[in-house]
Each structure stands twice: as C-alpha cells, then as structure tokens.
C-alpha cells in the first residue's frame, strides 16, 4: 500500500502570503530542468505506452541525450534561435525529444493538434512564419498537400516511430536517421528566461486561431503552480495524461 503524503497546501492563506516563484535572469527548461534531473541515470521520466499496447521505461538522462542529439540535428540543417517550427505529433517520445531539441536551441516549437486538416497547417505556417514542421506518418501527407502554399518552410522532418519505412517518405528528413548522427552534447548558448520558448495556438472557436506565446519562464515555471497546487504532485508520483499534444491551459 503507497505511503500517504502530505498535501502541498494544507493553509490557504499561509500559502498565498508566502507565496514567491524565482524566475533567475537564464532559463531553459530542456536543460536546467530535464537535464538536472538526468544527473541520475536511473531517474524514471516516463512510462510510455503506445496504441498497440508497446511499454517503454524513459529516464531522463535518455531525454536528456536525444534532445540534445535534436538540438544538434536541427542545428545543423540550419535551424535556428528564434526560428518558429511546427509540431504535429501524437503522443510518442518523439513528440518530447523534438521540442525539447528545439527548446535548447531557443527555437520556437509551435505544439500542434493531429486534427488539423491540411488547410489548419497551411493558416498556422502562414501566420507563424514557420521555418519548420515536424510530423509523423499519418500527418505527411496532409502537410504534402499544401507543402507549395507554406514558402516559409524549408524542412519537413518525419519524426515517427523507429519502424518506419523512410523510403515511402523520400521528400521529407527522418528524424531518427539525423538525430542518431548527431552529437549527444549539446553545449549551445544559454536562453535568457524572458526569451520565447512554445506558442500555442488558440482553438478559434470565435474567429481565426491567434497565437499564445510563453516565454522559457511563464510556461515552465508558471506551470509549477499547476503541478504544486492543482495536481499535487510529489516526486515519483505517476501523472497519467492523456491529452492531446496540442492543446494546452493556457494562464492568463
């Protein structure tokens, strides 16, 4: 039987008046998060669990290393800091290694819902002057069909379970083949935490879809709140989310 804890909030009001979140002037989230907890090899970050009923035990150091191997690889085929890339993954361990790769590059990943139809890629790569999109099997053609309407796009990176066929995919880069050529280490340049780090495009349920941008800090560390006080976790709880990728709380 799991040991009870106690719960982060027991006084309100206590809680409130000392509250404080220390937001330091250099930030990144993939390295100063991910990549301390990475410190010990066996610290469990996810247990994964595919469509098929795969299972897979992911640690952090294991994030650690293939975003860095991300990170070099996107470096490498020019992407950049400040560079807006689109995400549109479902919920396999690609999805993490991907933004947190882009995240230490101080890229701008723009997470992205499988629901999309080939119109909804072309409005957000249109708006965010995406540089990049990322996507699976099943989302490639969708993005095929108006890949000559998104000028802004320079890479279309398969980024799929190691079984896929990349020879059905000859137009577009396979994530798995230039992350295994990549270095593990990533030595890059610091992000500040005010400089931009995810944007979130709104469900455009009254109008157009708008983006939402955080900062290395506001999404990160303002989601401390959510994980503290909402959710009440402690270290080793297991937080089963089954959320679409691309959506997200955003607190205002």
Not at 137 to 159: S, Y
Not at 165 to 192: C, H, L, M, V
Request: aromatic share 12%; charged share 20%; proline share 7%.
């Amino acid at each position: 039987m799991a040991t009870a804890k106690t719960p982060h909030m027991t006084d309100y009001e206590a809680e409130r008046r000392a509250f404080h979140l220390d937001v330091p002037d250099s930030f990144n989230f993939a390295t100063d998060v991910i990549g301390t907890w990475a410190s010990d090899p066996n610290k469990l970050a996810m247990l994964w669990v595919g469509q098929r009923g795969e299972e897979a035990l992911l640690t952090f150091a294991y994030f650690a290393e293939r975003s860095s191997r991300a990170a070099n690889a996107f470096a490498k085929l020019g992407i950049k800091k400040g560079d807006a890339v689109l995400v549109m993954l479902p919920r396999i361990p690609e999805w993490w290694e991907s933004v947190l790769g882009l995240m230490k590059l101080g890229a701008i990943p723009i997470p992205c819902t499988t629901l999309l139809t080939p119109k909804d890629i072309q409005f957000r790569a249109e708006v965010a002057e995406a540089r990049a999109f990322i996507t699976d099997r099943e989302g490639a053609p969708k993005f095929d069909q108006v890949r000559a309407h998104c000028p802004t796009v320079q890479f279309a990176i398969l980024a799929d379970r190691p079984d896929v066929d990349a020879a059905s995919f000859p137009d577009w880069i396979n994530f798995q083949q230039i992350a295994a050529a990549a270095s593990p280490e990533y030595n890059g340049p610091k992000t500040r935490s005010d400089d931009p780090c995810l944007v979130y495009f709104t469900s455009g349920t009254v109008g157009y879809p708008k983006m939402v941008l955080h900062t290395q800090a506001s999404y990160p560390i303002g989601h401390t709140i959510t994980g503290k006080y909402w959710l009440d976790l402690h270290e080793d709880d297991l937080h089963w989310n089954l959320s679409e990728m691309g959506w997200a709380i955003c607190q205002h």
